[in-house]
């Protein structure tokens, strides 16, 4: 059921089995999983069932290094984010879950096959097809580009409606006897009991300036991996550091996925070879699919590289005739190399293909790239989220390289020429390029508290009753793979624990 | 610019002997030399005026033509003008899996496509001057 905050009594204390903080995806997933489960629910959500606007204001905050949009970067209503997420699906690769000697602090503590059981559940949630990653299942559609060398991988993503998790699953927390949504309410602080070992309520406002605590038994912090480290950090009437942050790990190692479209075009001699999945959304069985490619685990580990994700869209023709000088196009030089690919015969003439391709790359996890908090305060006077994102020279060289690379490929595969458009000495302040809005890292997951905030259960380390959801738990940046197909999978694993008692 | 047999012999000469190889014979006649290669001499040639005009190293004609030559100089003795063309796709081919490539104005391609596109920009310099 839902219950307007605004309308409780000041100074109300609430009372229930698990407290769950934020309805975006996590919070709705796990709410929903425990449905039936004997446990009776708490779902606080900040925002009402709509946008608006001075709820939004609450995420407004202060950047440094990287300029970042923290407002736009999110949405604070019940469903969160997904109520703009663009429904790019693919589950984490296994090998981004292990310590990598060359990408400092990495290494899960749980590893892909902790998450298989879950992804399945996790698809039909977000309204996706099988659980079928694999480039067999592509190549159901036609043969991929399978570029020579080892180095480049064929994949795909998978498309979400996009589900708006606040929509499709609206009725669900409506007419769920256990579980009491409340909207318009902001928890202002996680209270720890006063041996700081574990949590004794939480304290909620209103934009009206309703004051009320919730107690629990289990509480499940899934505000936005922004936002957890700014609770956390907050809540510092027992810890004055904030809450689990007794080795200063919460909000640091911030990571994005930087975006550039595009970031290279090239010119194809066999536009017949790009199979049209590449170019468009394309059905495959019961997903909706998109060709991807991405660098492979071996040339990874070999050359000490991060992971890139290239997406292409074929655009127009480029016509070479024999004899004739090259227009200038929107690319230089782009006829002349036409002319050395292995289709082209002499005199003859040759209409061939240009492709632009955008990336989402991944950045290390580094701690001084990190969220804290500002000195302003916001309408309920919590402080505010400073952010300073930073990437660094190692990402934007791992990103060049992994351009390179894929140059050298289709230069092997005889078809195409490849052109890097962003200048090979850029600055990622200087730089045209977008962020995915995947925020990851400011509560890392480790085995030991001395690298992290959460075990491999979500358990934040040191507090008996505190869990975390949300990419804000990731250890590392996972190549480019957007995060909530993941999010979703850990939030029915969280439950399934939940539920057989072992949380 | 053209290439004589002399240039070839030499070429050739001195990557044998850096190869400890037999010195051969290309049975290229006088003419446009290994650019002949290439579908658009023309085309190429852009592409080599603008790796000079960027000035850096290698964009150097000897030094390509230095390259270029050692490459002649594995083909069989007795490979004619005519057959340089699959050798340069494999040459190219290998460039690319070893990763040496040269970058102009953005675009990446191989190490010998570079010294022939500088060689048939020196060569049309040189039709155009002499
Ligand atoms: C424009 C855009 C496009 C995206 N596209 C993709 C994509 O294609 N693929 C993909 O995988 N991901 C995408 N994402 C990311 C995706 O939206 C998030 O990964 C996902 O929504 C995170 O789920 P979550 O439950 O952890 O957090 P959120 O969805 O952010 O939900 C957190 C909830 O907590 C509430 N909350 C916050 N603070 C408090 C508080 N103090 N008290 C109570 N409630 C609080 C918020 O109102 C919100 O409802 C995109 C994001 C954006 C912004």
């Known amino acids: 059921m839902f219950i307007d905050a605004r309308q409780l009594d000041d100074g109300s204390a609430i009372a229930c089995d698990v407290a769950i903080i934020g309805a975006g995806a996590f919070g709705i997933t796990l709410a929903r999983a425990l449905r039936g489960s004997g446990r009776d629910v708490v779902l606080i959500e900040s925002g009402g069932l709509d946008f608006e606007d001075e709820t939004q204001a609450l995420y407004e905050g202060a950047t440094d290094g990287i300029a970042y949009n923290l407002d736009t970067a999110r949405l604070r209503y019940f469903g969160g984010s997904t109520n703009h997420w663009g429904g790019w699906c693919r589950p984490i690769e296994p090998e981004d879950f292990e310590a990598r000697a060359w990408v400092p602090h990495s290494g899960w503590p749980v590893s892909r096959a ?31 580009l399978g570029l020579p060398g080892g180095k480049i991988a064929d994949g795909f993503f998978q498309f979400s409606p996009p589900t708006r998790f606040g929509e499709r699953y609206r009725d669900d927390i409506a007419n ?98 790009i199979a049209p999945y590449y170019g468009s959304y394309t059905a495959l069985g019961d997903a909706v699919a998109r060709g991807c490619l991405s660098m492979t685990p071996e040339y990874m580990a070999r050359e000490g590289r991060l992971n890139t994700i290239f997406t292409f869209t074929p655009n127009d023709d480029v016509r070479y005739l024999p004899g004739r000088p090259a227009e200038d196009g929107p690319i230089p030089l782009e006829t002349e190399m036409l002319t050395l690919l292995a289709g082209v ?10 492709v632009y391709m955008g990336c989402g790359t991944e950045q290390a996890p580094n701690p001084d790239s990190r969220v804290t908090l500002a000195d302003e305060v916001d309408a309920l006077g919590m402080p505010r989220t400073r952010l300073a994102w930073q990437i660094t020279e190692g990402d934007r060289e791992s990103l060049l390289a992994n351009v390179a690379t894929l140059a050298a490929a289709m230069g092997a595969w005889g078809h195409a020429r490849l052109r890097r458009i962003v200048p090979a000495d850029f600055a990622w302040n200087d730089i045209d390029m977008f962020w995915a809005h995947h925020h990851m890292g ?62 | 610019m053209s290439w004589s047999r002399r240039d070839i012999l030499i070429g050739a000469g001195l990557s044998a002997a850096l190869g400890g190889a037999v010195l051969w014979r290309l049975s290229l006649d006088e003419g446009p030399g290994p650019t002949v290669a290439l579908v658009d001499r023309a085309a190429a040639a852009r592409i080599g005026r603008r790796l000079l005009e960027a000035a850096r190293p290698p964009a150097d004609g000897s030094a390509a033509r230095q390259r270029i030559d050692t490459l002649i100089a594995t083909l069989p003795a007795g490979t004619r003008a005519g057959d340089l063309r699959p050798a340069l796709a494999d040459w190219v081919a290998a460039d690319f899996e070893e990763g040496r490539m040269v970058e102009v104005e953005g675009w990446y391609l191989t190490r010998t496509e570079a010294d022939l596109a500088i060689l048939a920009a020196l060569e049309e310099a040189g039709a155009q001057t002499g």
């Open chain 1, 442 to 503: 400011t509560t890392r997951m480790a085995a030991q508290a001395s690298q992290g905030v959460v075990d491999a259960n979500l358990k934040v380390h040191g507090l008996g009753n505190l869990f975390i959801g949300g990419s804000s738990v990731w250890t590392t940046g996972c190549g480019a793979t957007n995060p909530t197909l993941s999010i979703v999978a850990f939030a029915l694993r969280l439950a399934e624990r939940l539920r057989a008692g072992e949380a």
């Open chain 1, 114 to 144: 902790d998450l298989d059981p879950y992804y399945p559940r996790a698809q039909e949630i977000c309204e996706l097809g099988a659980f079928d990653y694999s480039v067999e299942n592509l190549a159901r559609l036609g043969p991929p």
């Open chain 1, 176 to 273: 769920a006897a256990d579980i009491r949504c409340l909207l318009n309410a902001n928890v202002t602080e996680i209270v720890a009991a006063h041996d700081a070992g574990s949590i004794a309520r939480l304290d909620v406002a209103t934009l009206t300036g309703k004051r009320f605590t919730v107690t629990a038994g289990t509480y499940v912090l899934a505000a936005g991996g922004i936002e957890n480290a700014r609770l956390l950090l907050a809540s510092r009437s027992v810890a004055p550091a904030g809450l689990a942050n007794d080795r200063d790990l919460v909000g640091r190692y911030f990571m994005e996925h930087p975006i550039f479209g595009p970031i290279a075009s090239w010119i194809c001699d066999a536009p017949e070879r």
């Open chain 1, 345 to 354: 015969e002499p005199g003859v003439e040759h209409t061939g293909k240009r």
